[in-house]
């Protein structure tokens, strides 16, 4: 539950510069891709958190492209992905929708857009229908976005045309879009490789969590903050990570520090955030055991609660 809807843009011209480039050329027409130092649609701190993340786990870094489909979809309504220019012979990549909460839109997130896509997989930030959707209609905004990211994968005019593996799809989501996240996991199951709830809360606006999810299989990262007031962690992402089935593989991470916003462009963290994100992505998505460390090795002082369960 986002209160503040303040675009977060900020220009940064000499991005370019930090850009590795794989040798390749996209065709596409310029109205539908932005030059990834269009003012606000590029976040440097995106990244440069992908550069840090690249240097330790030895991950090819991508120069990364930016679209926006037109979405004639019911669950929501517009979208944003960001993408990775790999060679054509390269294998297609995963790809991760991330939901906003309440009252949020996509420009509130793009960080994580070139932090993932940066690191090899398209990420798409939606808008809800309406910016105070309620908890049902972000869960059907989480199914209908993993739908559309794999339609988009088959049409001939997409810039990432063959390019997602259905097989490796995740979701995300902030506050109200991450107490969703999970509901929407249950139903999606085995289509879905990974879901993290970023400082999720956990039903309809109001009421308390008096549920479970013992029938989720989706491997589950919840965020949480000690400080969060809106989603206080005990009746929120604590209860709902408790109630995960305990053959799931899982992890609870708490901040000792930063507020309900924290997984926005404005978060006080997000390096340790996105790490971890992209770390599970990997582990889940894409089998890659040397993420790992990323759950069993971490800087104490910086979480008042850190679990997990692989």
Request: hydrophobic share 45%; with cysteine.
């Amino acid at each position: 539950m986002l209160a503040v809807t303040t675009k977060f843009r900020a220009q940064f011209p000499a991005l370019l510069s930090l850009l590795l480039l794989v040798g390749i050329s996209l065709t596409a027409s310029q109205n539908t891709l932005a030059q990834d130092d269009d003012p606000g649609r590029y976040r440097p701190q995106g990244r440069q958190i992908a550069q840090a993340v690249g240097r330790e786990f030895s991950e090819t870094l991508y120069e990364v492209r930016i679209y926006d489909p037109a979405p004639a979809v019911a669950g929501f309504s517009k979208a944003t992905i960001f993408y990775p220019l790999t060679l054509s012979f390269s294998p297609p990549y995963a790809a991760v929708v991330l939901v906003p909460g309440y009252r949020a839109s996509q420009e509130n997130y793009d960080w994580w857009g070139p932090a993932l896509a940066s690191l090899g997989m398209a990420v798409m930030i939606i808008d809800t229908n309406a910016p105070d959707d309620a908890f049902e209609a972000r869960k059907q905004a989480h199914i209908a976005a993993v739908d559309f990211i794999k339609a988009e994968s088959l049409k001939a005019d997409s810039p990432i045309k063959g390019r997602i593996d259905p097989n490796k799809i995740a979701i995300m989501g902030h506050s109200l879009g991450g107490g969703a996240a999970l509901a929407a996991a249950v139903e999606l199951g085995d289509q879905i490789k990974a879901v993290i709830p970023l400082l999720p809360y956990c039903c309809e606006l109001g009421q308390s969590f008096s549920g479970n999810y013992a029938n989720l299989s989706v491997p589950t990262l919840i965020f949480a903050s000690a400080e969060d007031t809106v989603a206080a962690p005990d009746k929120h992402a604590r209860a709902l990570f408790d109630s995960i089935n305990a053959g799931t593989p899982r992890a609870y991470v708490e901040f000792a520090h930063g507020n309900h916003n924290m997984a926005s462009n404005s978060g006080e963290d997000l390096m340790a955030m996105g790490r971890l994100a992209l770390a599970w992505i990997k582990l889940n998505a894409d089998g890659k055991s040397n993420f790992t460390v990323a759950f069993t090795e971490h800087d104490a002082e910086k979480f008042s609660r850190f679990d997990y369960q692989p």
